[in-house]
């Protein structure tokens, strides 16, 4: 899996939109890129993924630059309830291994 | 669906008891594994199973043993405890749709081994 690298911390003000920035340099042609978020103390939960395009759902969208190698999740109107870290992982999508988490970005919304 | 289901949820533990944390999903999924988390640190990959009555170790198996005799359930447990083994454990299970992997969690197991 690619390696990616992300800020260690983030504020965004309620309300407004939160980009989160991935840089993963040595992607290749069939890895993803997936965003996971940890809110305080719960479990890791899925947010969203992509290959090439944009992508967008109920929770974020997805920009990945054209030679894929960065990424920014968007938080489109951010609540405090979206405080927490969020960690972006590149993996082949078909990938029988494990999933490695980092660090990730620790997202501060504030009022 | 419940999802990912964990059990306790809180634990204090005496250096030397053993125990077993719980965790059972009803999604029908193959793959399950089992997380630790330390203050200000990761998740780190204790043990996953691909399938019922296959296991094999992650990044950090020592001091902790599992089972899969079922789809449903995956226990993970600690033979003897130590403090050093103080920590939130999570569970996860693996979904695929349309040739992309995911992961459920649970909600985790707040260990503390005095």
């Known amino acids: 899996d690619a390696k990616t690298t992300q800020p260690p911390s983030m504020d965004c003000a309620e309300g407004r939109a939160a980009n989160l920035p991935c840089n993963h340099s040595?992607?290749?042609?069939?890895?993803?890129v997936y965003w996971y978020r940890q809110i305080h103390s719960q479990g890791p939960q899925y947010i969203i993924h992509?290959?090439?395009n944009n992508e967008t759902n109920e929770m974020a969208s997805l920009i990945i630059t054209e030679d894929r190698k960065s990424s920014t999740l968007i938080l489109p109107h951010a609540t405090l309830r979206d405080t927490a870290v969020y960690y972006c992982?590149?993996?082949?999508?078909?990938?029988?291994?494990?999933?490695?988490f980092g660090k990730g970005t620790k997202l501060s919304v504030k009022p | 669906n419940a999802g990912v289901t964990q059990t306790p949820k809180f634990q204090v533990l005496k250096t030397g008891q053993s125990m077993t944390l719980q965790c059972a999903q009803d999604m029908n999924h193959e793959y399950m594994s089992w997380y630790r988390q330390d203050p200000g640190m990761g998740l780190r990959l204790i043990h996953y199973?691909?399938?019922?009555?296959?296991?094999d170790q992650g990044e950090v198996p020592n001091g902790y043993n599992v089972s899969r005799s079922t789809t449903e359930d995956f226990p993970l447990r600690l033979l003897s405890a130590a403090p050093s083994q103080t920590s939130v454990y999570f569970c996860a299970s693996r979904w695929e749709a349309r040739g992309v992997k995911g992961y459920t969690f649970g909600s985790g197991t707040r260990l503390t081994v005095v």
């Open positions: 040595t992607i290749s042609g069939n890895e993803y």
């Open positions: 992982i590149v993996r082949s999508g078909g990938s029988q291994g494990n999933l490695i």
């Open positions: 992509g290959l090439k």
């Open positions: 199973s691909v399938g019922a009555g296959i296991t």
